[in-house]
């Protein structure tokens, strides 16, 4: 069954709002196994919107509209309906009254302009909205069904839930769709497809697609079938085969974070992680705090921006900073090594480096990591490109992960010296 | 000039993503007068690419298509075009010589996947992304301009403010538009609007508009007019009235975030500045340090994350916490002074709660800060809804505007207790 979304309102097209709604029933429509094949946002004007209806409706066998509903002059869901099916508006004496109980109840009178809230196309059913006063409408035109939500997303939710998903899985009587997210670190996106050329020759059902964000590459899986295990059947040789080719540049599914994996990794060992940070100014520990309960296992950091602070909170030896600079790997592994110490700690994680604008003695982007762990310290320099936001958000995620190799004792020596490190 | 968009990518119509870049778009496309009719989201299939590109033809004066650009198989933007518009793919050699050395100069070896990236529609211009590889492509049609350009953000956005709109304000023949934007901090939205009713009621040319993001709510000015001194002076009186009207709330104007303000105010002072965090983990030592130059004012922070690290590292007593709790006014002055202490800083700004979840001693959402200054010490107690992530969010923009506060003497003494505090 194919499903077609427009969403209603001048301020998503000005950038006011950010049309999150299409993910909302986007994610709702994939897992009910439901094709969502186009989007279309719309401004408030009577003419444009007949004509994302009408065009919608040559296309797909459900509309969703969503917004425009409520009690404005600029709220003309109903109206365009009504005009993109050929059909009169009514009024609901019923929902009127609803309406004006509904305010009652408030200890408020109700605007005479909420009484549009009761009209609706003819052959429409109204369909109570269990969080707001504006009611969504269904109908059914040649064979064809469009419903009008509200935008508010608390209201949409709901009534997907309640009404609209589960009439489309009845209307369609087609099965299940599985989609599966394979997270990948270590090599950039053409090299991933590359590697996996052939797989994606072999691939349909399930489809394949790789998506990069921020230095981490997922391969997306997403199957059709009349059952879960079928669909699960259909994804298990793709996943089994991404894996085998992959081997350890995998870190998790799905969900996963990379920092959801260090602490749960770090919890199986029964560690402890702490880091020091120069260039990142706390970064790598915000993104280890984000996830809830993170304090079992996260100690603290020491944001050590200035070098003396490296020297008195770190205790990083005078000598080893003249010698190597404040950018080195010497430097780096003495920051971890002081961080374990001052905050006691199984594992520290310490990045220095200059992350933009240039300076005399060192280029943009060189970002050293280092990770201490019970067994060893050891450092890896990395070059990266891109402005000074970019180069921190990537060494953050890059430390995350060396932090994860290291951690099940997957040390990086023997790699080439610069840039990626598996 | 009427615009159309395009967002290309079946992780959109998936949920995966929430296109965000619409609104990217859109902002722009308002603030430069040319009006954005239709917004459209099409998944990566041939087929239907090719007809949403021929459809936005036929109604729009420029089509702005997002994604598909990058080097993998599922990346058909260029092959679209060359279909929806009946022309050849060609290749530039000169620019896969360029995509090489990028790579080179970066010690690695290009895929070979990635010379997809020289391809582009005979007739087409290739356009420089100084952010990434994918060049964009722009394309004239019978008059119309066809804009393909990367998803990734920051490529984009580089590249719509480099290329795309002084292009189509170029051919749209029109005037200047001059867009100001006053930011404000410590009321809400409708708080604003309504302290500015009468401003609003007399704003046309220039339009008014209020957006909240973060708890910052910035008022924007939009002026059309002939030349770029009739535009001034069309704002200027406005944006006197809105400086006049919100005082002390307004803290910048137009790309001034609240770290640049703070610095700022913390070299003209010859003050530096320090950070101790728990429940933000970082967070507003990370703010501080995105900006440039930040090194010459910020010593460091630190993050105690584990009650212990608290006592030992910011030297924090046992028995204030035993007394107050570690989500506490005092706790929370005493880790600002230790962190002026341990970190030699001028001024130390502290942040110590609960974020969430919920635990039996604490609410979600009560947080804490404090700001130590060379004149004194105070805390304010928020308590903030949402979830994890937005109250961290929330309380490192709010620890920041408190330390602005503290740093130019307007302590908040005599405010309410909790909530906002201007």
Chains 1, 2 share one sequence.
Not at 65 to 90: H, V
Not at 331 to 351: C, F, H, P, R, T
């Amino acid at each position: 069954m194919i499903v077609e979304t427009i969403a209603v309102g001048t301020e998503l097209l000005l950038g006011h709002t950010i049309n999150s709604n299409v993910a909302r029933i986007g994610t709702r429509l994939a897992d009910a196994g439901l094709e969502h094949q186009y989007s279309t946002v719309v401004g408030d004007d009577h003419g444009r919107m007949v004509a994302a209806i009408r065009q919608a409706l040559s296309r797909a066998d459900a509309v969703l509209i969503t917004g425009g509903l409520g009690p404005t002059q600029d709220d003309i869901t109903r109206e365009a309906i009504c005009a993109a099916t050929d059909r009169e508006m009514l009024y609901s004496k019923e929902y009127a009254d609803r309406l004006r109980r509904w305010w009652a109840a408030r200890g408020r009178e109700m605007p005479d302009s909420n009484l549009r809230q009761a009209e609706y196309p003819d052959g429409a059913e109204l369909l109570d909205n269990p969080k707001g006063t504006a009611p969504a409408i269904r109908l059914e035109v040649d064979g064809k069904l469009i419903f009008a939500l509200p935008g508010v997303p608390a209201e949409l939710e709901v009534l997907l839930d309640q009404y609209v998903v589960p009439s489309l899985r009845e209307r369609s009587g087609e099965g299940v769709v599985l989609s599966r997210v394979i997270r990948t670190y270590g090599k950039s996106e053409s090299r991933v497809a590359e590697l996996l050329a052939d797989v994606f020759e072999q691939s349909g059902n399930p489809s394949m697609a790789f998506l990069a964000s921020a230095a981490e590459i997922k391969i997306r899986l997403t199957a059709h079938a009349a059952t879960a295990v079928e669909a699960e059947a259909l994804v298990a040789p793709f996943e089994l085969a991404v894996r085998e080719r992959m081997g350890s540049l995998v870190f998790g599914v799905d969900d996963e974070t990379i920092e959801h994996i260090l602490l749960g990794l770090a919890r199986d060992k029964g560690w402890t992680i702490a880091t020091a940070e120069s260039a990142t100014g706390g970064m790598v520990a915000s993104r280890i705090t984000s996830v809830p309960g993170s304090s079992k296992v996260f100690r603290g950091a020491i944001v050590a921006y200035q070098e003396d602070v490296k020297r008195t909170n770190l205790g990083v030896g005078s000598e080893v900073i003249e010698e190597h600079g404040v950018v080195s790997e010497p430097v780096a592994i003495a920051m971890a090594d002081g961080a374990a110490e001052a905050l006691g700690a199984d594992v520290a994680i310490a990045v220095t480096g200059s992350a933009g604008p240039e300076t005399l003695e060192q280029a943009a982007g060189t970002m050293v990591i280092a990770v201490h762990t019970p067994e060893k310290t050891m450092a890896r320099t990395l070059r990266l490109p891109g402005d000074r936001e970019r180069v921190r958000t990537y060494t953050t995620t890059g430390a995350l992960h060396l932090a994860r190799l290291a951690m099940m004792g997957e040390w990086w020596s023997g790699q080439p010296k610069s840039g990626r490190w598996v």
